[in-house]
């Protein structure tokens, strides 16, 4: 699901800034960008958010302080520069009877005097600091996805609510589409036979036929079952993204099937709200892991 998480963790001189961005995705695909510092740590990353996130795309940067370069540096005085800088200034100042008085400040801004290289690290001590930056800035992105996933819950319950109580309607509404489709068929024979004797006994076959074509019975039980198994599921703590793809599947099925026996009107609109109500919830469910 679309969540956020930033945290900030402090090691001797240094600031490591973590940020967490995911966005819906089928599976999981762990986007990492990461300072030179510590670009040998993309494996130890990428296992310690798997270990936390099961589905989706999530992007993680981690950055030093913002008020710092990416790679921090320390600078250095060229001592033989200098000292051949000293040497000429004085030789000149002789030579041509000037003053030789330098300043260091003077001296610092002569090319190549201070030279700037970045500081050297050891990976190993920087796995820690970083890794606990990560892991605080994980918790930051669970709760925004704990809070999201509450509403996304009581959203997909009522659906299913409204899902029980169609298929209830559904139910207590096939004996009667029963009685009327028997009812037509013997007024269609009766007017087809005219004067000619009618087969009681075949015209009982038939009707039996058709009645246990459009017996709705056996897809009311599955759809039943398969919506205990979504609210189960959506009380667990484990990830069940695709199980719950799984059972949409099963159930969107089973509605199809409902409306393919019956030629009701009445079931047939309760089967179009049916289908317009796991819609919404297979939005929804891209949402969980």
């Not at 079931?267 to 939005?283: D, F, G, H, Q």
């Amino acid at each position: 699901m679309t969540a956020y998480g930033r945290a900030e963790h402090r090691w001797n001189d240094l600031m490591f800034c973590v940020e967490i961005r995911s966005v819906n995705n089928r599976y999981r695909d762990v986007i990492l960008k990461l300072p030179k510092l510590i670009q040998g740590m993309e494996s130890e990353l990428k296992t310690l958010v798997n270990t936390r996130v099961s589905r989706g795309r999530v992007e993680i940067g981690v950055q030093l302080d913002s008020g710092a370069q990416e790679s921090p540096t320390e600078l250095t005085l060229n001592d033989s520069l200098a000292d051949s800088y000293v040497n000429i200034i004085s030789e000149l100042a002789q030579r041509y009877g000037l003053d030789a008085t330098i300043r260091a400040e003077t001296l610092c801004q002569m090319k190549d005097v201070l030279t700037a290289k970045p500081l050297q690290f050891d990976l190993e001590d920087l796995k820690p600091p970083v890794l606990t930056a990560t892991s605080k800035a994980l918790d930051s992105f669970d709760e925004m996805r704990a809070a999201e996933g509450g509403a996304i819950g009581s959203d997909i319950e009522k659906r299913l609510g409204a899902i029980e109580k169609h298929v209830s309607q559904v139910k207590s509404r096939a004996p009667e589409v029963v009685d009327a489709a028997a009812a037509r068929l013997k007024e269609n024979v009766s007017r087809l036979a005219g004067e000619i004797p009618v087969d009681e006994w075949r015209l009982a076959q038939e009707i039996a036929y058709f009645a246990e074509r459009m017996d709705v019975t056996e897809e009311v039980v599955r759809v039943r079952s398969h919506l205990a198994q979504f609210n189960n599921f959506l009380r667990s703590t484990e990830a069940v993204g695709r199980r719950l793809d799984f059972l949409l599947q099963e159930m969107n099925r089973e509605v199809n099937t409902i409306g393919s026996k019956s030629s009701d009107s009445l079931v047939s609109s309760l089967v179009v709200e049916m289908k317009a109500e796991l819609e919404k919830i297979r939005e929804q469910v891209q949402n969980i892991e």
